[in-house]
């Protein structure tokens, strides 16, 4: 998923919570770590962590609480070793109420030190709803990722999640052009909003009468905005069908480009695994959802690898001189 040089970050969300993001993340964290890469598991559910019960780590010594308070100096010192070879966790501050909405400082504090992190991986395990703590960890990451079941409460949680985290990225991003900032918070939570089929489009028309040069910066922004979408706990091949359903929707509401990780079919040894404080992908490496993690991981990693590759040619192409070519 990347270059193994770099931190690869991987934030997995959805706005709903009970999907199965955690353990999802923590099976993910466990096949790449013994794919022999250095993996972080971090619980991002500040106000709930829960992470670490699938890890195996029933009382976690250090938590984000820490850092937060300033009790340990560096970000690394938070890392918990767990039972299994190259994975690690960092546990989130559970019940400390105020740190479930962390303030904008503290926030940048974590973002930026998690960046120094000495690992192949950081795999983000994000809380529910679509608070600013958890878009701007889904925002930040290179490798976004939602998680679905196949409910129809959960296919609009999931859109109205990326929705939401699509904005938060533009509003980011213009955050320098005040009347450009007011026109996107207005075209996009207006009564109509909901009901156009070319959103972002119209959007972009409007904006450019602001400033000329949006075009570019609008179209950067989605084709960076690539998020991977992984279907939970379904049980008939027809419900893979609504993977299609939600690429659609995305593509054609919001231009943005949602692809189909995979899919993981419901398995009773999921929840054995949570009850033994394992992943499934090391109690029962056979069964059909750790089949299923195998499939969906090589597919992230490509998907991801690719992804890396064609930015960095691009981030290359930009710093070449024009004056430094010759035509023949």
């Known amino acids: 998923m990347g270059n193994i040089n770099e931190l690869n970050i991987l934030a997995i969300g959805g706005g709903k919570g009970g999907v199965g993001k955690s353990i999802i993340s923590a099976n993910i964290g466990f096949c790449l770590s013994q794919l022999g890469h250095k993996v972080v598991c971090l619980d991002a ?10 890890l195996g780590v029933k009382y976690p010594l250090v938590t ?31 019940g400390i109420l105020e740190l479930a909405n962390p303030k904008y400082a503290q926030k940048a504090k974590l973002i930026n030190s998690l960046k120094t992190l000495e690992a192949d991986y950081l795999i983000l395990d994000l809380g529910a709803g679509s ?79 602001l400033d000329n040069d949006v075009v570019r910066v609008f179209t950067e922004t989605l084709n960076e905005f690539k998020v991977q979408l992984i279907l939970n706990n379904i049980s008939s091949e027809n419900q893979k069908k609504t993977g299609t359903i939600l690429e659609t929707v995305a593509d054609k509401f919001l231009s943005m480009r949602l692809m ?20 499934f992908m090391n109690l029962f490496p056979e069964c059909q959802a ?36 010759t035509h023949h």
């Open 45 to 54: 559910d500040l106000g709930g962590a829960n992470l670490h019960t699938l």
């Open 64 to 94: 984000l609480n820490d850092f937060f308070r300033k009790k340990v100096s560096h970000i690394s010192d938070t890392l918990i070793e767990t039972e299994f070879s190259n994975l690690y966790l960092i546990s989130g501050a559970n």
């Open 131 to 209: 608070g600013y703590d958890v878009l701007d960890f889904f925002t930040m990451a290179s490798g976004k990722i939602v998680v679905a079941s196949p409910e129809p409460t959960s296919i609009q949680n999931v859109y109205g999640f990326l929705k939401i985290a699509l904005v938060r990225a533009l509003l980011r991003k213009f955050s320098y052009n005040k009347p450009l900032v007011e026109l996107i918070k207005t075209s996009l939570h207006s009564s109509n909003a909901s009901t156009s089929e070319k959103l972002m489009e119209e959007l972009i028309e409007k904006a450019t009468v």
């Open 260 to 279: 189909t990780a995979g899919s993981i079919h419901h398995d009773p040894y999921v929840s054995k695994s949570v009850i033994q404080m394992k992943p």
């Open 290 to 325: 750790a089949r299923d993690i195998r499939e969906i991981e090589e597919k992230l990693r490509m998907e991801f690898h690719g992804f890396h590759l064609k930015r960095n040619i691009n981030a290359a192409l930009r710093s070449i001189d024009p004056s430094m070519i």
